[in-house]
């Protein structure tokens, strides 16, 4: 009897604590947003720039509202946001190839290696979202290091990601 009772209580234990842990559901419409990592490790095997897979239902066909959720940054401490301050998003338009990106003057603040990696996490994020082959950025009424804005073609970028993050938080609306 004292077997039994070990073995039911020992078994109400486990079941307790398997019941409490949070299983974060895989998102139903994944997209993948492009973010340097948090701790830069230079062996050649990590990617300096990662996925973080987040849902987007709620977004369908609003890339506007998708480009706005990516900038308000990561949900992992695995990566970090390349952006600096509150960027959003000006104006958003894409023609045949093209994609055209206008973000708000704070993105200009953004000048040598941060504004190559800034643009690239862009250029990947809107490669995924859009299937476009071309992604032009610029910002409002400013220069970006001098240019009046910079292009990015898939091919431009050599880009290996081993692993996808997925989003550690569910919350997925919109910053206000």
């Known amino acids: ?19 409490c842990t949070k299983v974060t559901p895989a998102p139903t419409k994944p997209v993948r947003f492009y973010y340097p990592a948090a701790d ?9 720039i ?6 987007s239902a709620g977004y369908e066909n ?30 958003y338009s894409s023609t045949a190839n093209t994609a055209v990106l206008e973000l708000s003057a704070e993105f ?23 299937q476009l082959d071309r992604v032009q950025i610029c910002a409002t009424d400013v220069q970006l290091d001098g240019q009046s804005s910079i292009t990015l073609e898939r091919d431009d970028i050599y880009f290996v990601d081993t692993q996808d ?8 609306t919109a910053p206000s």
């Not at 830069?40 to 300096?48: N, R």
């Not at 990662?50 to 849902?55: F, H, L, W």
């Not at 509202?65 to 940054?73: E, I, S, V």
């Not at 993050?165 to 997925?172: A, F, N, R, Y």
């Open 1 to 19: 009897m004292k077997r039994f009772t070990s073995f039911l209580l020992i078994f109400s234990i486990l079941f307790c604590f398997w019941g």
């Open 40 to 48: 830069v490790i230079y062996d050649g095997k990590t990617p300096l």
């Open 50 to 55: 990662q996925a973080e897979v987040r849902e």
């Open 62 to 91: 609003d890339v506007t509202g998708l480009l706005n959720l990516y900038l308000h940054g990561p949900t992992s401490e695995a990566l970090r946001s390349p952006f600096p301050g509150r960027v959003t998003v000006s104006r």
């Open 108 to 130: 200009s603040h953004l000048v040598g290696i941060d504004l190559t990696v800034a643009c690239a996490c862009i250029a990947y994020t809107l490669f995924d979202l859009t």
């Open 165 to 172: 993050i997925t989003e550690t938080s569910s919350d997925t």
